[in-house]
């Protein structure tokens, strides 16, 4: 059975050539669409924001995952859903009222998603574990593509697994940063369920293969 999920990271794709490449995940195995909408102050980059979410939200034809590292995400809520997002995710770092922000995304018809940065400790979200649809364990510090997987992530997957269990919740795991095929056994056997991967398919020469190469290393 096909459970766990390839999430490419639309970030590192071609701009001038969005829609080929958009396409291009359309037909692959991937399962999701990884947007990563970043605001220069919860990051230190800007990625894009809405006009370009609603160009891509018009092509996809699989689940929109938005990412957002952005501060005061509350603000936009409904404009995400409006735009197309099927899954809403804000940084833990950035919600100091983040069982509030989680309602109002589920409020919206969206599954809520957590976000946590390399420094931060899963048990911080043992509270409000069952109040998450996803949890996001960046596995490198937010903000740009391309940069190296950090080995603790393993770690902290097992430690968040363990919650999960003890909840009894059925959040998903995610993991953002640094995903390739040298890694992403080892993170599903840590209890991974979704790979989020930019740079790994997109550079390669061929991606629909690669992202297919991904899923069966997910999944076998
Ligand atoms: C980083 C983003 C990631 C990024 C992943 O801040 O959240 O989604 O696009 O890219 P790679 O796979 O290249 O690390
Ligand atoms: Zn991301």
């Given amino acids: 059975m096909n459970s766990k999920l390839i999430a490419p990271s ?3 794709a071609d701009f001038a050539n969005l829609q080929r490449d958009l396409e291009m995940i359309n037909n692959s195995e991937a399962d999701w669409f990884h947007i990563d909408i970043m605001d220069g102050v919860f990051v230190p980059n800007i990625s894009f924001g809405m006009p370009v979410l609603k160009a ?15 501060v005061d995400p509350d ?9 197309g997002a099927n899954i809403l995710t804000v940084h ?20 809520a998603g957590v976000a946590i940065n390399p420094h931060t400790n899963v048990d911080l979200l043992k509270d409000v574990i ?32 363990e919650i999960i269990i003890a909840n009894n919740a059925d959040t998903l795991i995610e993991i953002d940063g640094g995903v390739t095929d040298k890694n992403a056994a ?14 790994h398919v997109f550079k390669a020469k061929n991606q629909i293969e690669t992202i297919k190469g991904l899923k069966n290393i997910a999944n076998s």
């Fill in 130 to 161: 069952k109040d998450i649809d996803l949890v996001c364990v960046m596995s490198v510090n937010p903000g740009f593509g391309g940069q190296s997987f950090i080995e603790h992530t393993y770690n902290k997957v097992q430690r968040l697994k």
């Fill in 75 to 83: 603000r936009y809520i409904k404009e995400f859903a409006d735009l």
């Fill in 56 to 70: 891509i939200a018009k092509h996809a034809k699989k689940t929109i995952d938005v990412h957002l590292m952005i």
């Fill in 92 to 111: 833990y770092e950035a919600c100091p009222h983040l069982h509030r922000t989680l309602q109002a995304i589920k409020a919206e018809g969206m599954k």
């Fill in 186 to 199: 080892r993170l599903v056997e840590a209890g991974a369920d979704v790979l989020v991967a930019g740079s």
């Fill in 10 to 12: 639309v970030l590192a």
